[in-house]
């Protein structure tokens, strides 16, 4: 298993928008001379997966199964929402 982080990291966001990823993420990916990777922006939170195209949505399947998806798709309070 992965060591997670144990407390989060404060970084500073550039006026073009960029910032540094940390080195133990960058190292655990195996992109320390730089690579890609796919942001998830959720509104309140983005989320950031290794690789290209189509990790975040393979990456958040995985941690996600079909009966999870059910029980939180039905705390949503707005009907529209629920449907998307």
Do not use: C, H
Request: charge should be neutral; charged fraction near 35%; aromatic fraction near 8%.
């Amino acid at each position: 298993m992965t060591k997670l982080q144990e407390r989060p990291g404060r970084y500073r966001v550039s006026p073009r928008g960029q910032f540094s990823l940390p080195a133990s993420a960058r190292r655990r990916w195996g992109i320390e001379g730089g690579g890609d990777v796919e942001v998830f922006d959720l509104g309140e939170a983005v989320v950031i997966f290794p690789g290209g195209p189509g990790t975040a949505r393979r990456g958040l399947a995985n941690a996600l199964d079909a009966r999870r998806y059910e029980e939180l798709l039905g705390r949503i309070d707005d009907p529209d929402l629920r449907d998307e």
